[in-house]
């Protein structure tokens, strides 16, 4: 499935080439202030044309302001997350764990009114008609706050997206959730690194998180979308974590989140 020949995949999807620019995008999702992650994908990342950011780009990292410029100044297409949200004083903080909340609190006394601005322009949905796909942070139920972590709720949220395929971020662990509809069937597939997947509809699609993996995998999350033959590829880079950590014990982080980041937990 993930490996068709490159001929007969464009064959397969041409209509697409009528309807859409042809580009290479690289998918980021989550970056939670983690400078160090972005400039490393950003740096050695295969060629791509754009970005799509699936939000979350501040919270729990040393970071925001400098994450944020360097988005923009890329004019990455950019959603809310809900982190983003809570730092505009738009959702509660006690709906944040004690550590999360302590990040938080701090990005608040940090942001710039420029970055403020920026984060307040994003939206957490966004549907890319010419791409026949569907843009959210968390679920396309909930775009800014449900977790996408199982079957149950994978099922539950093909009926709130209209396009073929919908990537989210918001769990920060790289997964396939694909549907057949005829049968109501879902099977759920772990992208592979560095091998095409092809995308075919209907389609939940997490890439996983730049500077927060939660996979177990410590190393920075992200993918390269060929939008002329519908591959994905999965990659993973390693990143200086400790400068990461160090800047974040200067800043009197929790350690508890100090200490994830070398464990991608």
Same mark, same amino acid.
């Given at each position: 499935?993930a490996?068709?020949d490159a ?11 009528t ?13 939670h202030?983690?400078?160090?992650? /972005?400039e ?6 295969p ?12 919270g729990? &990292?040393?970071?925001?302001n400098?994450c ?5 100044? /890329?004019?990455?297409?950019t /959603? ?6 809570a730092v ?9 764990? &004690? ?6 609190e ?14 307040a322009?994003l ?6 008609s ?11 139920r ?5 977790y996408?972590?199982?079957e149950e709720v994978?099922?539950?949220n093909?009926p ?8 989210f ?10 549907l ?30 730049? &500077? ?13 979308l060929?939008?002329?033959?519908l /591959?994905?590829t999965?990659?993973?880079l390693e ?26 937990a």
């Open positions: 499935m490996n068709l001929g007969a995949t464009r064959a397969r999807f041409s209509f697409y080439a309807i859409a620019p042809i580009m290479r995008v690289l998918l980021l999702s989550d970056i202030a983690n400078i160090v992650a /972005l490393t994908i950003l740096a050695c990342a060629a791509y044309d754009t970005i799509w950011c699936l939000g979350d780009v501040v729990y &990292g040393p970071a925001p400098e944020i410029e360097r988005l923009r100044g /890329l004019n990455a297409v /959603l809310m997350g809900n982190h983003d949200r505009l004083g738009d959702l509660p903080l006690d709906q944040f764990r &004690g550590t999360a909340r302590t990040a938080l701090w990005t608040m006394r940090t942001l710039s009114a420029s970055s403020r601005a920026w984060l322009s939206s957490p949905k966004q549907i890319l010419e791409f026949d796909l569907t843009l959210v942070h968390a679920s396309p909930d775009p800014i706050w449900e996408v972590e199982n994978a099922l539950a093909f709130f997206f209209s396009t073929s395929f919908c990537f971020g918001h769990t920060h662990r790289p997964i396939t959730y694909r057949r509809e005829a049968e109501r069937m879902l099977r759920v597939e772990y992208l592979p690194e560095k091998k095409p997947y092809l995308l075919q509809p209907k389609l939940l699609l997490n890439p996983g998180s730049a &500077g927060q993996p939660r996979d177990g995998d410590p190393r920075a999350a992200f993918a390269i060929d939008t002329s033959t /591959l994905l999965h990659h993973r990143y200086d974590v400790a400068t990461v950590q160090r800047a974040m014990v200067n800043l009197s982080f929790p350690p508890r989140l100090i200490s994830r980041l070398a464990h991608g």
